[in-house]
């Protein structure tokens, strides 16, 4: 009995902390102004973050017809980039090709003394 006890508490208090998150951290909620529904939240124990998701939480936008086409994902960080991964090559023959010419140049240098 004691096990079922914590077992429910612990369920509560991951909702109240989930619906306070969801709640402060949402662009807008539904039914009621925010600090209504934090006071919801946090005065009715177990019924209040219930009572949130079920009427607070605000509805994802809907879709028309189909599934949402979201544009290409851009790249996370640069060398995820093929665009940056090339010119980052390029610049890197670039210099090559001018630092071969220079040694080739010191080498004919040093063949004429």
Known sequence: M???FILLAAVQLV???LALIS???ADRVR???R???VLVILLIPL???VAYFVWGRPLPPPTEGGPVRRAA???ASPDDDPEFLRSVDIEKSRRDREMLAQWEKELNNREDE
Do not use: I, K, Q, T
């Open 15 to 17: 909702l109240f902390v």
């Open 73 to 75: 994902p851009r790249p």
């Open 47 to 49: 019924l209040g973050p």
């Open 23 to 25: 709640c402060l951290s």
């Open 2 to 4: 004691v096990r079922l």
């Open 35 to 37: 600090p209504v529904w």
């Open 31 to 33: 039914n009621a102004p």
